[in-house]
């Protein structure tokens, strides 16, 4: 009983503990960033089965009806990837990078704006996704003054 005590008492050392805690962060980014490949694979599948139907369905090839949900697919992926990436980077350097989240989020934001039915929306959403793609850019302009002065 008192070796299983002490055990205890050493394992929850503030630097024991930190250790335990890193590696279940680095078991759950690659289990995310598995299931992310996953899940891009299965956007890209439907993507590809999507436009076979689109161009070999009567009537053919016109992407006329439906070139904002392919957009917006593609736009998915995209932003697929990009989660992809922040997930790998926090691996490789155990930190989150801020640019690829703000990058990301200008991806969703413009994806969103892409696909805005005007005839839906009223004009405070649009003036909301205009001051967010703002301060977004803003963000993404402080960020990258940042890095450069720190590289430098």
Same mark, same amino acid.
Do not use: C, W
């Given at each position: 009983?008192?070796?299983?005590?002490?055990?205890?008492?050493?394992?929850?050392?503030?630097?024991?503990?930190?250790?335990?805690?890193?590696?279940?962060?680095?078991?759950?980014?690659?289990?995310?960033?598995?299931?992310?490949?996953?899940?891009?694979?299965?956007?890209?599948?439907?993507?590809?089965?999507?436009?076979?139907?689109?161009?070999?369905?009567?009537?053919?090839?016109?992407?006329?009806?439906?070139?904002?949900? !392919?957009? =917006? $697919?593609?736009?998915? #992926? *995209?932003?697929?990837?990009?989660?992809?990436?922040? +997930?790998?980077?926090?691996?490789? %350097?155990?930190?989150?990078?801020?640019?690829?989240?703000?990058?990301?989020?200008?991806?969703?934001?413009?994806?969103?704006?892409?696909?805005?039915?005007?005839?839906?929306?009223?004009?405070?959403? !649009?003036? =909301? $996704?205009?001051?967010? #793609? *703002?301060?977004?850019?803003?963000?993404?302009?402080? +960020?990258?003054?940042?890095?450069? %002065?720190?590289?430098?």
């Amino acid at each position: 009983m008192k070796k299983l005590l002490r055990r205890i008492l050493v394992t929850t050392r503030d630097e024991n503990f930190m250790h335990v805690i890193e590696n279940i962060e680095v078991l759950v980014s690659k289990a995310l960033s598995i299931f992310m490949v996953i899940v891009i694979l299965v956007a890209i599948t439907d993507l590809g089965i999507f436009i076979f139907k689109e161009l070999f369905t009567a009537p053919y090839g016109t992407f006329n009806t439906t070139l904002y949900k !392919i957009f =917006g $697919l593609f736009l998915n #992926i *995209l932003i697929a990837l990009e989660i992809l990436e922040n +997930i790998t980077a926090y691996l490789r %350097k155990h930190v989150f990078q801020v640019e690829l989240v703000i990058v990301t989020s200008l991806i969703a934001v413009a994806r969103k704006i892409i696909l805005l039915d005007f005839d839906k929306v009223g004009g405070l959403d !649009i003036i =909301g $996704l205009g001051i967010a #793609i *703002l301060s977004l850019s803003i963000s993404y302009l402080i +960020i990258r003054i940042s890095n450069s %002065k720190d590289g430098s």
